[in-house]
Nanobody
Framework: QVQLVESGGGLVQAGGSLRLSCAASGRTFSDYAMGWFRQAPGKEREFVAA????????YYTDSVKGRFTISRDNAKNTVYLQMNSLKPEDTAVYSC??????????????????WGQGTQVTVSS
């Protein structure tokens, strides 16, 4: 079992930055690939970014490429999402998720086994 707790959300003006953190506890954090997803009101959950267990590979949805950076610190059991040049359309609840080892399509939510409760990000225009 893995417990995930996000933090770092808040209200920011367009063009600003936020860094989200996701702290993991439970089983060995470094075994898991990690992802960030978001869900805006009235919309389906969508993939944002993912990182492999070693941090050697990262993946992003097109709308955040060049603006968001996912990273992890396995010594601190934490994954981060640095969000720059934020836009109003980035407003959503952001959740982190953990995927057990294996060959997975990390942009798909059903590949993940554990989820955090989410943190609200609101970008004002």
């Amino acid at each position: 079992q893995v417990q995930l707790v996000e933090s770092g959300g808040g209200l920011v003006q367009a063009g600003g930055s936020l860094r989200l953190s996701c702290a993991a506890s439970g089983r060995t954090f470094s075994d898991y690939a990690m992802g960030w997803f978001r869900q805006a009101p009235g919309k389906e959950r969508e993939f944002v970014a993912a990182i492999t267990w070693s941090g050697g590979s990262t993946y992003y949805t097109d709308s955040v490429k060049g603006r968001f950076t996912i990273s992890r610190d396995n010594a601190k059991n934490t994954v981060y999402l640095q969000m720059n040049s934020l836009k109003p359309e980035d407003t959503a609840v952001y959740s982190c998720a953990a995927a057990t080892p294996g060959l997975r399509k990390l942009f798909l939510s059903y590949e993940y086994n554990y989820w955090g409760q989410g943190t609200q990000v609101t970008v004002s225009s």
